[in-house]
């Protein structure tokens, strides 16, 4: 299995909902990546997780709440977003013991916030 | 910043043709990779060149690297109208024991068919 699920696939909240995204994979990758994708953009690394521990966060405002549950799972807890948040969040994940790492990414999550 | 910059910003072909995609960026790499994008889908690794080699192909893909100019090249040749997606190259650091990829700006290419 090499392939990385999100879901929802879309999601329109409104600037007081609380909502969670999701990401899972099964192919023992330890690091998993939340980036967030503006339209015409390329994407932007938000948060990284490395052996369930998180290990980078860009400076994400805390409106944006990572989570690993475990290795193989990804949450991205979102509350009291703002309309510029719309964005595709991209999650990917990789092996994470390697120098030079492939990532694979999930299909995205089209968020749009009212 | 280490981000990569891609040029040109939109490149339109027939199908058939070859199509030529850049990628310069700013400080020292370990390697090099290229993504591609469907509209609105996840990004499909294509290709990694370490910081150590010249030239790489995959397939119909053919990538360069020259770290002296701090550059790199995908070529698509004999291009299909499944082409047709973004382009995106990426430079990577490792912070606190985890991969950062930066990503250009993108390519979009268009393959008419």
């Known amino acids: 299995d090499t392939e990385v699920t999100q879901t929802p696939k879309h999601l329109v909240m409104g600037m007081t909902n609380k909502k969670s995204l999701k990401c899972e994979q099964h192919?023992?990758?330890?690091?998993m990546y939340w980036y967030k994708q503006k339209a015409k953009k390329p994407p932007e690394l938000m948060f990284v997780?490395?052996?369930?521990?998180?290990?980078i966060n860009e400076s994400v405002p805390s409106r944006f709440s990572p989570e690993c549950p475990n290795s193989s799972l990804l949450n991205l807890h979102l509350h009291a977003l703002q309309p510029e948040d719309s964005a595709l969040y991209l999650c990917?994940?990789?092996?994470?013991?390697?120098?030079?790492?492939?990532?694979?990414f999930g299909p995205g999550t089209r968020l749009l916030v009212l | 910043s280490q981000q990569g910059e891609e040029d040109p910003q939109a490149l339109s072909i027939q199908e058939g043709e070859n199509a030529t995609m850049n990628c310069s960026y700013k400080?020292?790499?370990?390697?090099l990779q290229w993504y591609r994008q469907n509209s609105g889908r996840g990004l499909v690794h294509l290709i990694l060149?370490?910081?150590?080699?010249r030239e790489k192909h995959s397939g119909r893909l053919r990538v360069t690297l020259d770290t002296s100019k701090k550059s790199s090249s995908l070529l698509i040749t004999a291009s299909r109208a499944a082409d047709t997606a973004s382009y995106f190259c990426?430079?990577?650091?490792?912070?606190?024991?985890?991969?950062?990829?930066?990503f250009g700006q993108g390519t979009r290419l268009t393959i008419n068919p």
């Open positions: 060149i370490r910081s150590n080699e």
């Open positions: 192919m023992g990758h330890r690091a």
């Open positions: 997780y490395s052996y369930e521990k998180l290990s």
């Open positions: 990917a994940s990789s092996q994470g013991d390697l120098l030079i790492e492939t990532q694979y």
């Open positions: 990426a430079t990577d650091m490792r912070i606190q024991g985890a991969q950062k990829l930066v």
């Open positions: 400080t020292s790499i370990n390697n």
